[in-house]
T-cell receptor, first 115, second 115 residues
Framework: GENVEQHPSTLSVQEGDSAVIKCTYSDSASNYFPWYKQELGKRPQLIIDIRSNVGEKKDQRIAVTLNKTAKHFSLHITETQPEDSAVYFCAAIVGGGTSYGKLTFGQGTILTVHP | DGGITQSPKYLFRKEGQNVTLSCEQNLNHDAMYWYRQDPGQGLRLIYYSQIVNDFQKGDIAEGYSVSREKKESFPLTVTSAQKNPTAFYLC??????????????FGPGTRLTVL
């Protein structure tokens, strides 16, 4: 089955700096890669996702890049703000068809943005 | 997100008791999922259902049971056979039909504590 590794497990940055979180996956058939943000005690919320037919996607201060050959994808947050502090999860799935593809999550990265 | 509700928010169980966690969605999504999250950990899949009256075991199904009698509802029962049930339980749903999104949307979660 799919295995998703996420690094680093903790990340501390100063406000205004950039933050990068990296994930690798094992199943080359995976074709959908969402990123979730989870604040303490709250539900995970989708912040950005990418499909395997594109290499990069950007939404304001957040971007995701995908390297299918190397089987890794990364989350980039620019101009970080204290409210970006949370746990971030990556995930991968073989999706888009009638058969079920399990969404496999990384272990999470605790991001702390210091004012 | 607002279309998925879970109840109760907090639940306390005595050892040897079965408890049922509720999950309801009004998003007309076909697929529903149950995850367990332990402190500092990622999300682990307990059970999932792609259509009404059908469900499949996930990675950690032992000690849990589910039903899917209605499209909108996917209750999870934590049985006395689950040896370490204290955790944060998250329900999710997604369209999961051909040509639609694989994105999963999460409910607010139920925190279960065994006394």
């Amino acid at each position: 089955g799919e295995n998703v590794e996420q690094h680093p497990s903790t990340l501390s940055v100063q406000e205004g700096d950039s933050a990068v979180i990296k994930c690798t996956y094992s199943d080359s058939a995976s074709n959908y890669f969402p990123w979730y943000k989870q604040e303490l005690g709250k539900r995970p919320q989708l912040i950005i996702d990418i499909r395997s037919n594109v290499g990069e996607k950007k939404d304001q201060r957040i971007a995701v890049t995908l390297n299918k050959t190397a089987k890794h994808f990364s989350l980039h947050i620019t101009e970080t703000q204290p409210e970006d502090s949370a746990v971030y999860f990556c995930a991968a799935i073989v999706g888009g068809g009638t058969s079920y593809g399990k969404l496999t999550f990384g272990q999470g990265t605790i991001l702390t943005v210091h004012p | 997100d607002g279309g998925i509700t879970q109840s109760p928010k907090y639940l306390f169980r005595k050892e040897g008791q079965n408890v049922t966690l509720s999950c309801e969605q009004n998003l007309n999504h076909d697929a529903m999922y149950w995850y367990r999250q332990d402190p500092g950990q990622g999300l682990r899949l307990i059970y999932y259902s792609q259509i009404v009256n059908d469900f499949q075991k996930g990675d950690i199904a032992e000690g849990y049971s589910v039903s899917r009698e209605k499209k909108e509802s996917f209750p999870l029962t934590v049985t006395s056979a689950q040896k370490n049930p204290t955790a944060f339980y998250l329900c999710a749903s997604s369209p999961r039909t051909v040509g639609s999104s694989d994105t999963q949307y999460f409910g607010p979660g139920t925190r279960l504590t065994v006394l």
